[in-house]
């Protein structure tokens, strides 16, 4: 089986990983709970269970995930990354969305998503000096 000889909180990841994927969203967020709760609290994991609350249309819950996992690691590119999106799009909050887009940029010059930060950047600006 897919858990077979795991801890309870690796099994609790992995199954999180596995609705993640399947888009499971409450599934998925309850085994991360699990996850966390058994001692797998890291960045990845608050930043995984930080996407399943937004695609869950649980906006705050999620920016509180990817402020803990910065809190856990400030280098920890994708939850300040995925902080810029969560206010653009779920929480219509552009101008935090741009600040937290630079915030990324600045600490992330050549970083994987930083061409997409400067596009969302970009496209944000412009749509908010649209009549």
């Given at each position: 089986?897919?858990t077979?000889?795991?801890?309870p909180?690796?099994?609790?990841?992995?199954?999180?990983?596995?609705y993640?994927?399947?888009e499971r969203?409450?599934?998925?967020i309850?085994?991360?709970?699990?996850a966390?709760a058994?001692g797998?609290?890291?960045?990845?994991?608050?930043?995984?269970?930080g996407?399943?609350?937004?695609f869950?249309e649980q906006?705050q819950k999620a920016?509180?995930?990817y402020?803990?996992?910065?809190?856990q690691?400030?280098?920890h590119?994708?939850?300040?990354?995925n902080?810029?999106?969560l206010y653009?799009?779920?929480l219509?909050?552009p101008?935090?969305?741009?600040?937290?887009?630079?915030k990324?940029?600045?600490v992330?010059?050549n970083?994987?998503?930083a061409?997409e930060?400067?596009?969302?950047?970009?496209?944000?600006?412009s749509q908010?000096?649209?009549?």
């Amino acid at each position: 089986t897919l858990t077979a000889g795991l801890t309870p909180a690796q099994a609790a990841l992995t199954l999180g990983n596995w609705y993640y994927d399947h888009e499971r969203w409450p599934v998925a967020i309850a085994q991360y709970e699990k996850a966390i709760a058994g001692g797998l609290d890291n960045p990845n994991v608050r930043t995984d269970l930080g996407n399943c609350y937004r695609f869950a249309e649980q906006p705050q819950k999620a920016l509180e995930q990817y402020r803990r996992a910065q809190e856990q690691n400030p280098q920890h590119e994708q939850s300040l990354f995925n902080q810029g999106g969560l206010y653009a799009f779920s929480l219509k909050q552009p101008e935090k969305a741009i600040v937290a887009w630079r915030k990324y940029l600045q600490v992330f010059p050549n970083g994987q998503s930083a061409s997409e930060a400067r596009q969302l950047i970009a496209q944000v600006q412009s749509q908010q000096t649209k009549p």
